[in-house]
RNA sequence: GUGGCUAUAGCUCAGUUGGUUAGAGCACUGGUUUGUGGUACCAGGGGUCGCCGGUUCAAAUCCGGUUAGCCACCCCA
């Protein structure tokens, strides 16, 4: 027998219900805030990946040449795509541009809890708005999808921090460009590395102040208020043009929290500076969603990346997003009970009395089908008890009864199966009869 | 990419110091059941014990290799 290749899965129908139960709600709750779902190709040129991450990034995909000579590669993530899709029309499209998809991505690494080479992910971003609005909205749109799961503040929190403040502070600690970006690594690796490790790492940029260095990033990283964060930098950053730029950074902050909050989502908000994400290109606010007990790797990731669409040859044009993949969000979600079952149900099984009355039967089945419906019945003659036995384990909320005394007389007997409450119906009246019982 | 642990039926697992034809529960199929479901009872199908090699009269069991999975590290768009 074959197998699966390492880190792809199959999906048996119940794997392939649950997918859709994710699916579904990831739909549902972009356009309920009116973004747009787009899609694009799985494979795409290398260059446009190595465009965007650099040459190191080909090892971790899965990349080959095809049959015309060219480099192509799976594609790992959506953003370059959407950012060329983007680019090439940036000029006709109406701002904000809110857009959605869902979508399979394939890496090439090591399979492991939470991360597999194949997954999917949900994302949504807004083009052409640089104000915290487009910031609020998009982390919005994921804390509304999580709730839509089930989850609540008691088990997942966004971790919000702001990639531009980290630069700006570091600046104004006179670092310079490369030094800035490297210090930001050091923050991001700062939980997961001992604090010795750390100071150590720390020397080639700050000497002596190192010590000093580390105890105000740790400060920082544990405000949890915004009113602390307005302190911290009021007492660090000396006034002139960085703190100018400072104040803007904590006016959007302000902006940030305070249409959260008018959604009633400030609970789910915590200001954490800790958080960094590896990416060179984001530029603004970045954020994580993270399951409260953090035995999970994070569910979502995004934050804003206002040069990555004209670094891919587009115009300028500002951009916030996030991506959730399947991966974990499942695994939290069976971890809580949360993962419905019984979705590929069929609303109607129907149980047939015998030869007679089989021609009857499949016509209703047909008017059924055509009604909208979705409809079961035994393909082989079976017992009666077999065929309620089956109705129940279909997960069908109805058994059509198309017994021989009841079709002789012109009738079928619908009965609930959850209740056993069983009703005559003629036989010409059914579609609408479950029509009328379903909204009673 | 590095290290540790694991691999027996679709699933969860048992399998004695190496010893006949490798077992259980769940699931699946059929029956008890030609008009009423979740229960019960009976029967059945399903495994080259991950794969390759070695030791032995004899290997699921011992040894080596390999592949896959789990955990940690690295990475994480």
Redesign the pocket.
Known sequence: MF?TL??FRDFYPEDCALRNHLFQIWRKTAQSFSFKEYDGPILESLDL?KQK?GDE?VS??FAFEDQGGRAVALR??M?PSLARMIGARANALKRPIKWFTIEENF?Y?????G?LRSFYQFNADIFGEPGAGADAEIIAVLIHSLCVMGLNSDDFVIRVSDRHLWVLYLQSLGLEEEAVSAVLGLVD?ME??PREVLLEKLVPYFNDASEDFLVKVETLTQIRELADLNSFFKAHVAAGELADAVNERLDAWDALIQRLDGMGMKSFIRIDLGIV???AYYTGFVFEAFDIQGEH?AIA?GGRYDHLVKKLGGPDMPAVGF?MGDVVIKDLLEEKGLLPTYIQAPDVYVVL??DEVLSAALQQIQALRLAGYSVDYPIKR?????Q??A???SGARW?A?F????VSQGQV?L?N????E?TEIPLNRLVEALRELDES
């Not at 017994?403 to 009841?406: A, V």
């Not at 199966?417 to 056993?420: E, K, W």
């Open positions: 197998k390492p880190g990946f991450s990034i971790q995909l790992p993530e953003t890496r690494e090591r399979k492991q809890k991360r690796k997961r590395m994400r590896g990416l790797r990731g991506a009395g015998g079976v017992g009666f008890g077999k309620f036995k109705a129940n384990e058994a009864v017994g021989e005394e009841e007997k009965k199966l959850a209740s056993g069983e």
